[in-house]
Nanobody
Framework: VQLQASGGGLVQAGGSLKLSCAAS????????MSWYRQSPGKQRELVAD???????DYADSVKGRFTISRDNEKKMVYLQMNSLKPEDTAVYYC??????????????WGQGTQVTVSS
């Protein structure tokens, strides 16, 4: 499986961005998918994940501002980010978990897309 993330960019605080991640090479409908982020000097952190049945979970820091969704037919996962803050600045990675292990960091990673939020 290959994952291709896109949609990052530069936005002012309070603005919005929508990240997309396209999976290729295999069906993903049985896998949980997620978005992680990593900023300089910090560990990679889980932002949001969504199970194969569509149940979403979020980091406390983004609850109420970010929405994760997926389209199994298109093999896509999305991250709608609203009310962006400078502390959201990071490289965002999409991730595909192994079947049956929705919280595992094993599986497949996309290449990352940079999100920069200016104050």
């Amino acid at each position: 499986v290959q994952l291709q993330a896109s949609g990052g960019g530069l936005v002012q605080a309070g603005g919005s961005l929508k990240l997309s991640c396209a999976a290729s090479g295999s069906s993903v409908e049985m896998n949980a998918m997620s978005w992680y982020r990593q900023s300089p000097g910090k560990q990679r952190e889980l932002v949001a994940d969504i199970t194969n049945l569509g149940k979403a979970d979020y980091a406390d820091s983004v609850k109420g501002r970010f929405t994760i969704s997926r389209d199994n037919e298109k093999k896509m996962v999305y991250l709608q980010m609203n009310s962006l803050k400078p502390e959201d600045t990071a490289v965002y990675y999409c991730h595909l978990s192994p079947i049956g292990h929705p919280k595992s960091v094993l599986g497949y990673w996309g290449q990352g897309t940079q999100v920069t939020v200016s104050s």
